[in-house]
């Protein structure tokens, strides 16, 4: 039954998108293959009254609010992209961001007293109306007894629910994908779709974002590219989130790029290395840095809110990462290469040369060129063809890494339409190629690699047996101590390798 009620729901999403003339808009009629232009045309058949009213963007926003959370996320993500999809639509998708109708003041006070288990006025000495609206929660601002200015962050009502459809839905359109899309397999859609609903879901206890924030601060401080605001842990509880009030301008707001002061490209490179920085060197990131979640002050100060989605990368993941980025800095396709194959990014049937010249057609010409005449989307397609004629296939673990680098470099190029993504990244990539990757860290791990070895084998060897098989004659144990001098002397060679190569 829930499979029935989730295509349903699918089939209802579809009218809304061509009733609003926002699937296949009649804008783009000339750009369509001849196949697709009839079946626009067969759509507009069932237009409704939305269809001509204002712009694709404001079409394609207008349906995504009705259908739902998950589908404003995905109008966020496109909203950032105005090099992919023109300046006028990503305006038009950027009041998703924060800029919602929100629920009444009365209402999140009540669901503060409940969440909390007390009277509003016990923490707070003011509660005002919502200052931004988004897919899930609202923000308040507020004033602590102390006399703090804070954010409270209030969870929707009857969110769970709508969340909950809105996953089933998400599911099932994959699982369709996957049976009915060949050539989009290697997207992994079920695993994608899974990806997005689990992240989803974390946001909707807001007490796991008060962490996130609390260990991003951390992280943050670190490098100081970018800050964090303090949790403020009285306030904090499933449905309620108080943060102290984040300095600066929101980048939604207009007035944001032209405070006095603001450099640009200063700001654009600490938000790339901020993103970098948290991804590589700590291998934890806020995976949801478009503009509703950045306030900016001068002279390139920015602080990041909203930490409901956070990744993960393990020490593989961020070496992968590192040598791929770094390669393409060195324009070292080879190596790029080798390094999805490495990662099983790309199945070892085909040729690393191959692909290494196949890279080699993507990155080049957008080398010695400025940001502003490189086309970001004929780039991914051509990446896209490319990576597809050699079976790579989307992996699940790194869905928000890539989607948040997406992210990141159209809020870039936004802050500074001449932004130089490469060469912001350089110094951050460098950094931890020269620490992780040096002579001294190789020897370490070759080193600690084979402790672990030995250790393990030693602990079998001394582990006792199942079932102590008889023997008329009790021979010696040689190969314990053997294992335990080997032990001892890999210990010696560790320091030996660790002092010559620190001399």
Do not use: C
Not at 444 to 465: F, I, K, Q, W, Y
């Amino acid at each position: 039954m829930g499979s029935l009620a989730a295509f349903g729901r699918l089939v209802g999403a579809g009218l809304i998108l061509v009733r609003n003339d926002a699937l296949l808009p009649r804008e783009l009629t000339e750009a369509y293959p001849p196949a697709v232009r009839a079946a626009a045309d067969a759509f507009r058949a069932f237009a409704g009254p939305g269809a001509r009213q204002g712009r694709p963007g404001e079409r394609l926003a207008r349906s995504l609010e009705r259908l739902g959370p998950v589908a404003i996320k995905l109008g966020q993500l496109l909203s950032t992209r105005a090099d992919i999809f023109g300046a006028t639509f990503a305006e038009d998708l950027s009041h998703l961001k924060d800029r919602l109708d929100p629920f009444a003041t009365e209402i999140a006070r009540r669901e503060v007293e409940a969440g909390l288990g007390r009277p509003l006025e016990s923490l707070f000495s003011s509660f005002g109306d919502a200052v931004a609206a988004a897919s899930l929660a609202q923000a308040h601002e507020a004033s602590l007894a102390d006399g703090r200015r804070v954010a409270v962050k209030v969870l929707r009502p009857g969110i769970v629910r709508r969340v909950a459809e809105d996953s089933e839905v998400l599911t099932l359109a994959a699982r369709l994908v996957e049976r009915w899309a060949p050539p989009a397999r290697r997207l992994e859609p079920r695993a994608l779709a899974a990806t997005v609903v689990r992240a989803t879901e974390l946001e909707l206890d807001l007490r796991l974002e008060a962490a996130g924030a609390d260990e991003l601060a951390e992280v943050m401080a670190r490098d100081g590219y970018m800050r964090a605001p303090a949790v403020v842990w009285d306030g904090v509880a499933k449905r309620v989130l108080t943060l102290e009030w984040a300095p600066g301008v929101a980048l939604t707001d207009p007035a944001a790029l032209d405070q006095p002061d603001l450099e640009r490209k200063a700001l654009a490179d600490n938000l790339v290395r901020a993103f970098l920085a948290q991804a590589l060197d700590h291998g934890v990131f806020h995976a949801d840095l478009h503009e509703g979640n950045l306030f900016v002050a001068a002279p390139a100060q920015i602080t990041a809110v909203d930490f409901g989605i956070i990744g993960r990368l393990g020490p593989a993941e961020r070496r992968y990462l590192a040598e791929i980025l770094y390669g393409f800095l060195e324009r070292d396709y080879e190596r790029v290469a080798r390094v999805h194959f490495e990662a099983g990014y790309v199945p070892r049937v085909h040729s690393v040369a191959a692909f290494a010249q196949a890279l080699r057609a993507v990155g080049e010409p957008i080398f010695g060129r400025a940001a502003r005449d490189v086309s970001m989307s004929r780039l991914l397609t051509q990446l896209f063809e490319i990576t597809a004629l050699f079976d790579m296939r989307l992996r699940p673990e790194l869905v928000l890494l890539q989607k948040t680098m997406m992210t990141v470099e159209g809020v870039a190029r936004k802050i500074d339409p001449e932004h130089d993504l490469w060469a912001a990244a350089d110094p951050v990539v460098r950094r931890w190629m020269t620490r992780e990757l040096s002579p001294l860290v190789r020897g370490r791990r070759l080193a600690e690699d084979a402790v672990t070895v030995l250790r393990g084998l030693a602990e079998r060897l001394e582990a006792p047996p199942p079932e102590p098989a008889p023997a008329p004659v009790e021979a010696p144990d040689v190969l314990a101590p053997l294992v335990w001098f080997a032990l001892g002397a890999a210990a010696a060679g560790v320091a030996f390798l660790l002092g010559a190569l620190g001399a």
